[in-house]
């Protein structure tokens, strides 16, 4: 299958510093890429949805300046969790859909990164 | 109603038995389903995908569809402690064209 990595794995930061996360598409080129986020024993929440060159877009009650999503090419976006705060510790995972992988929409998960705010 | 229903178990099934995981639908539009398998603490890893009627088989997996009746299952024969995780159910609809994923089935094969 295809294969996504997620940068970094896990982070540590202090309450109002920001923290951004990579998601890279290896072997195919991600024309759609996913955020999600999950808390422990929840299921998964889409966050918003970014198509390559556009603007992201998010899912009701997602602060956009807060979650700022740039996909600037077909094999990278980033996630950055601006002044984050404790309760934006969470499990956040991204997914690619893209050229490549299957024309049945099948979507691939990163490995995750596990954020705490301190 | 959710978009994508599931029973949220715990099931439970000895080694080496048949564990069976159900799932329904509300868009008949849905043109794609898919099974992803969760470790606790781990990302989404995709098992199974399925779009036509009737069923694929992968190793010990089989996965079924029936798209009059709206429902997806997955059936793992000869389950292994290694299968206990939680089993996600994923549609994706052409008008929103995007995943909808069931809360998951938490699964646990006891040795």
């Known amino acids: 299958g295809a294969v996504v990595s997620q940068h970094p794995s896990w982070v540590i930061c202090k309450s109002g510093t920001s923290v951004k996360i990579e998601c890279r598409s290896l072997d195919f080129q991600a024309t759609t890429m996913f955020w999600y986020r999950q808390f422990p024993k929840q299921s998964l929440m889409l966050m918003a949805t970014s198509n390559e060159g556009s603007k992201a877009t998010y899912e009701q009650g997602v602060e956009k300046d807060k979650f700022l999503i740039n996909h600037a090419s077909l094999t990278l976006s980033t996630l950055t969790v601006t002044s984050a705060h404790p309760e934006d510790s969470s499990f956040y995972i991204c997914s690619a859909r893209g050229l490549g992988t299957s024309t049945y929409n099948e979507q691939f998960f990163g490995p995750g990164t596990r954020l705490t705010v301190l | 109603q959710k978009e994508v229903e599931q029973n949220s178990g715990p099931l439970s099934v000895p080694e080496g038995a048949i564990a069976s995981l159900n799932c329904t639908y509300s868009d008949r539009g849905s043109q794609s389903f898919f099974w992803y398998r969760q470790y606790s603490g781990k990302s989404p890893e995709l098992i199974m995908s399925i779009y036509s009627n009737g069923d694929k088989e992968d190793g010990r997996f089989t996965a079924q569809l029936n798209k009059a009746s709206q429902y997806v299952s997955l059936l793992i024969r000869d389950s292994q402690p290694s299968d206990s995780a939680t089993y996600l159910c994923?549609?994706?609809?052409?008008?929103?064209?995007?995943?909808?994923f069931g809360s998951g089935t938490q699964l646990t094969v006891l040795p």
């Open positions: 994923a549609v994706f609809s052409g008008s929103a064209r995007q995943l909808t």
